[in-house]
């Protein structure tokens, strides 16, 4: 079973940047995706994007795009989430997730297709 260790998350001011990263126990390069998720206080967990393994190709929700960028470095087994503009909106608790053989019930960014789970790192934008 792979272990997911998320770290990056912090208290930030509007407009400003973070990086989040999650290091994976093992290589992730037979899984079939890399997920971030994040749920506020009071909200249903959400996904804010993809990474399929295959082609490196990306996928966003439509509330984080042009702000957030995610990357994936396979030597470290580690992928990355970049988030620039940061609003308050963003205040979450973010989440990594993989899967290795997708559910075709599932969209890629609902959390019922993942079957791994970090404990994720707390992001708090504020003022």
């Known amino acids: 079973q792979v272990h997911l260790v998320e770290s990056g998350g912090g208290l930030v001011q509007p407009g400003a940047s973070l990086r989040l990263s999650c290091a994976a126990s093992?290589?992730?390069?037979?899984?079939?995706?890399i997920a971030w998720f994040r749920q506020a206080p009071g909200n249903e967990r959400e996904g804010v994007s993809c990474?399929?393994?295959?082609?490196?190709?990306?996928r966003y929700a439509d509330s984080v795009k042009g702000r957030f960028t995610m990357s994936r470095d396979s030597a470290k087994n580690t992928v990355y989430l970049q988030m620039n503009n940061l609003k308050p909106e963003d205040t979450a608790i973010y989440y990594c997730?993989?899967?290795?053989?997708?559910?075709?019930?599932?969209?890629?960014?609902?959390?019922?297709?993942?079957?791994?789970w970090g404990q994720g790192t707390q992001v708090t934008v504020s003022s």
């Open positions: 997730a993989v899967v290795r053989s997708p559910d075709v019930d599932y969209d890629d960014l609902e959390e019922q297709l993942y079957d791994y």
């Open positions: 093992e290589s992730t390069s037979d899984y079939y995706a």
């Open positions: 990474i399929f393994i295959s082609d490196g190709t990306t």
